[in-house]
Structure formats: C-alpha cells, structure tokens
C-alpha cells in the first residue's frame, strides 16, 4: 500500500482520521466537536478503517456493559488499523484500557478536545493551519441533515449514588444563553427541523452562571431553563427536551409546549418511585409529588407524552419496594419507559450498600417491568388510532417511510411507519408529513399519509428555486 504522505505534496492527499463514537447523545456533541476542529485543520474525516491514516475512538464508560463494548471497539480499532487513539469517559481510567490494550497510541478523558487534537497532531501532522471555511458555519454533524444535538451543559452538581458522571465529567457548566442560541440558529440555518436538548442535568442549567442575563436578538435574557426554553420555541422548529429532573420550575415549561415550538414531551429519568429506595440513590427533587404534578401536567397538556427511565434490583430493593415502582407505573401511566438492571460501577458510593439483589432476581423483576411497560404504551398508542398529526420523516423504503410524531424522540422510542399515497408528492427524509393514525401495537404506530405540511412545500419550493 503506497503511503498517503509520501511522495511530492503537491501529489498528497490530506491526511484522514477515523472516528468510532460511542455512548450517549451526549458523548455524540463531543465527537462532533472533535471531528469539525479536525476539519477546519484540514484534515479528512474518513468513513472506514482502510482509509484512515489514525483511528480514534470515543468511548463510554457509565456501565460495565459499556465499557465491554468500548474495550471491544478500540481492540476491532486495532485489529483493523493498528494505530489508535482513545478518548471519552473510559479515558478517564486509562490502566482499565491498557490492561487489555497496551498498544494504543494515547489515552485521554472525556472532553478533553485540546488533548485530543494534540494527540492527532503529534502521530498525524496537521496539513495546514486552521481554516475556518472548511467547515460549515452549524458544524460537521453524526445526526441526518433534519435533527441535531443541541448541549446545554456540561457535567452535573447532582451526587447520585449509581453514578460516577460528577467524577468523569466534573461539576455542572452551563453555556451562556446567548452562545446556545447561535448554536441553534446556525443549525435552522443549515436546515436541522428538530433540535434534541442535552445536558446531564437539563433542569439545572443556568444555576452555576447563577442566571447570569445575557443580550440575544438585543434583549436581555436572563442564562436560566424557562428563558431558555421560551427562547428556542421561536425557531420555527421542534424543541425536544431531555435528561430533565422534575425540579419546581419545570412546571412553568408545560405552558410553552406547541407545535412547531417546545413540543409536548418531556424526558424525565424518574429511576425509581419506592421513597426509601430514591433516598439510597440520592435522588434530587425526590421528595417531589411526582404523581400529583404529571396529573397537574397532564391536564394544562392532554398530549403530553412522558418518557422515563428506570433501575430494578438496585442495592437493598425489596419486593414491597419493587412492587411499590410497579403501582406507581400504574398510575403514572408514562408513555414511554426504559428500565435497566442495576449494575455496579466502579467508583459509585452505591457499591457500599447492602444487600445486592441477586442476578436471577434483577432478572425477574426487569421482565415484569417491561411487560407492565409494554401494556401502559400500547393501550396509550391504541388510544391515538383515529387521530391526525404531524409526523417528520427520518427514511424512506419505496412507498413507506419511517418517521416520528412529536411524542417519539430518535433512537430511543418507537416510530411511526407511513404510507404514502399515490397522488400525494413522494416523501423525503425532513419532510413534515400530515397524517392519520391507522394502528398500533406495543411501541409503534401505523399511519397513512395525508399531506405534506405547509412547512415542508415551502422548504421543497425554496430547494427547486
């Protein structure tokens, strides 16, 4: 194989960096910064091992089963090309990294971009000086043209028991309002009709600028969740909001939702419901009336859709506890769940309590979550069969496309499967489609197309001039 950079420069091709990113949404805005200061230094983003000069992989490190994976990765890395760097919330306990792969080149922890940019610099030399026009004023994006990630914050104040993020990431930093916004209105610019709200702790943003106001679209703003979210519902676009503890002041958003706008649906990791267990996990607001307010919710909001996630067989959890989440379910009716085993992390003040719960039994009570789960979404999906809404498209296969309503976010709930029709204009991944829902089972919706919203001709209009 001849080397790329090799022979006269005028003959060299731009040297080209893989990229393997893992982990969370969050994890995700960090490559996406890594991968568009590459750019703007000039280097080429390569699509696979072979046409990588340096490969360099992100990693997650939250879980044991995402550290497996992460350690799997950088050794299929290594198999493939051999030269590898490692970054993310692993790099965070490199010795974990070397004992299975002691030839990576170098090792740094999560959002450590100047470290990373360093490392590439020292094995991959940059081809010229940095050069803004290289990249698009929104950034290089790992989402389709239509969504992206939009990060808040980083880290969190929070000193949940399970969780070791305060101690990968650092304490919670927000981002003023004024510079989120740029962000947002650069990524409408490009296109984007939905943007994903992210931080650790969304809720809390703003606390650590002790909501600092700032000047945006000359008016003073004050760095704090409400503003914030009002401000980003006159974008003309989705606002989906995650990763949001039901603090007081959440209660003020439900008033916002709309279409387009802050849309009806809230990502709230609820985690447990049992009183005595919330306390084990050092859960913050978890002396909140959650039951009362998402009732309180629910009527401002009849669409408002819920989603949450859950940890069984946590340190300690008895039956009457577990069925204690269980009755809460019930009555919390949340449209949309995850739920996990608990599993140890290295480093978590969770690992002191006793008793653990065995295996065999994390196991039992997941299945009877998931099938209680799985009953409250499809009665609440059943219930949607008739109604009309807007749905956006994400791919389409032939005369059927695959989209989301405003109550489905990407990658982690259901879809809703569209059929088109004859005389109506083909559907393309963006488009904003009306429709009808037709059927539904446990976590999807079928729908038939009526229409393409007036959003969407205008933007088809605006492509063909």
């Not at 991968?35 to 072979?50: S, W």
């Not at 989402?143 to 808040?152: G, V």
């Not at 740029?182 to 939905?194: I, K, M, P, Y």
């Not at 608990?342 to 969770?350: I, L, M, N, R, T």
């Amino acid at each position: 194989m001849t080397d790329p950079l090799s022979g006269p420069r005028s003959e060299r091709r731009a040297p080209a960096v893989g990229f393997v990113s893992l982990g969370c949404p969050k994890a995700l805005v960090d490559s996406e910064r890594i991968i568009t200061e590459l750019r703007t230094r000039g280097y080429q983003i390569a699509p696979d091992y072979q046409g990588a000069d340096l490969v360099v992989v992100n990693t997650c490190g939250f879980i044991d089963a995402a550290i497996d994976e992460s350690l799997q990765a950088i050794g299929e890395a290594l198999a493939h090309h051999g030269r590898v760097l490692v970054t993310g919330c692993l790099g965070a306990n490199p010795q974990r990294i070397l004992a299975r792969h002691p030839q990576v080149l170098g090792i740094t922890g999560p959002q450590a971009y100047a470290q990373v940019l360093a490392a590439v610099e020292a094995h991959l030399p940059r081809p010229h000086e940095r050069c803004s026009t290289l990249v698009p004023a929104q950034g290089l994006r790992l989402t389709p043209p239509h969504y992206a990630y939009l990060k808040i914050s980083e880290g969190c104040n929070n000193r949940c028991s399970f969780c070791i993020i305060p101690q990968l990431r650092g304490p919670l930093r927000s981002r003023s309002l004024d510079e989120v916004m740029r962000e947002a209105e650069a990524l409408v610019a490009s296109g984007v009709r939905e943007l994903l709200v992210i931080s650790q702790d969304s809720g809390a943003y703003g606390r650590d600028l002790r909501y600092r106001p700032v000047l945006w679209r000359e008016q003073r703003h004050e760095s704090r969740f409400i503003a914030l979210a009002r401000a980003l519902g006159t974008l003309g676009v989705w606002v989906r909001l995650h990763y949001v503890y039901p603090y007081p002041h959440i209660d003020e958003v439900i008033a916002l939702m709309r279409e387009p706008g802050v849309l009806p649906y809230l990502d709230i990791p609820f985690q447990h419901a049992s009183p005595p267990v919330l306390r084990r996990m050092r859960r913050p607001a978890q002396a909140e009336d959650t039951l009362r307010r998402i009732q309180a919710w629910r009527r401002e909001r009849p669409e408002l859709v819920l989603r949450s996630s859950f940890i069984v067989g946590f340190p300690g959890e008895s039956e009457a506890e577990f069925a204690e989440l269980l009755a809460w379910l019930d009555e919390a009716q949340l449209d949309r769940v995850g739920c996990f085993r608990y599993s140890a992390v290295e480093g978590a003040a969770a690992n002191t309590i006793a008793p653990a719960v065995p295996e065999q039994i994390k196991d039992e009570r997941y299945e009877r979550f998931m099938q209680k789960a799985a009953a409250i979404s499809r009665a609440r999906l059943q219930a949607r069969v008739g109604r009309r809404c807007r749905v956006l498209i994400d791919t389409v296969q032939k005369r059927r496309a695959l989209g989301r309503s405003s109550g489905e976010a990407p990658e982690i709930d259901g879809v809703v499967r569209v059929q088109s029709h004859p005389t109506h204009p083909t559907l393309r991944p963006g488009d904003l489609c009306e429709v009808e829902i037709t059927a539904a089972d446990s976590y999807d919706l079928s729908a038939r197309a009526l229409g393409l919203s007036g959003a969407a001709t205008e933007r088809r209009l605006s492509q063909a001039r």
